[in-house]
C-alpha cells in the first residue's frame, strides 16, 4: 500500500504561483510513476503532469504546458507540482497519484493510490 497526502493548495490571484507537495508513504514510490491530476466542479478528472520514476522523463497536459514543473525526490518520498502563471480555470481540488508501473501514463485508471486532493482556487 502507498499513502499520499497532498499540501499546499490554497487562494491565489490569476498570474500568481503555488507549489503543491506530495508526500508519500507505505511502500516506496522511488520505482513508480507519478501523476498529479485535478478535477473541477462538474467536469472529469483530468491529467496534469506525470513524472517517471527516475525523473528524467516527464510529461504535461497541453492547458498546462510551461506554466507547471512537476519534480520529484525519491529519497524524501515526495513529489512536487510548481505552478506559475496560474489562471482561473485552472482552479481545482488536485490529486496526487501513483502508478505500478515504470512506464509514463496519463490514464487515470492505470494509477493505483490517491490522496485525498487539494483545493486551488485562482481568482481573477
Known amino acids: 500500500q502507498v499513502q499520499l497526502v497532498e499540501s499546499g493548495g490554497g487562494l491565489v490571484q490569476a498570474g500568481g504561483s503555488l507549489r503543491l507537495s506530495c508526500a508519500a508513504s507505505g511502500r516506496t514510490i522511488s520505482t513508480r510513476t507519478m501523476g498529479w491530476f485535478r478535477q473541477a466542479p462538474g467536469k472529469e478528472r483530468e491529467f496534469v503532469a506525470a513524472?517517471?520514476?527516475?525523473?528524467?522523463?516527464?510529461y504535461y497536459a497541453d492547458s498546462v504546458k510551461g506554466r507547471f514543473t512537476i519534480s520529484r525526490d525519491n529519497v524524501k518520498n515526495m513529489v512536487y507540482l510548481q505552478m506559475n502563471v496560474l489562471k482561473p480555470e485552472d482552479t481545482a481540488v488536485y490529486y496526487c497519484a501513483a502508478t505500478g508501473t515504470v512506464a509514463l501514463t496519463t490514464a487515470p485508471t492505470r494509477y493505483d493510490y490517491w490522496g485525498q486532493g487539494t483545493q486551488v482556487t485562482v481568482s481573477s
Open positions: 513524472i517517471r520514476w527516475s525523473g528524467g522523463s516527464t
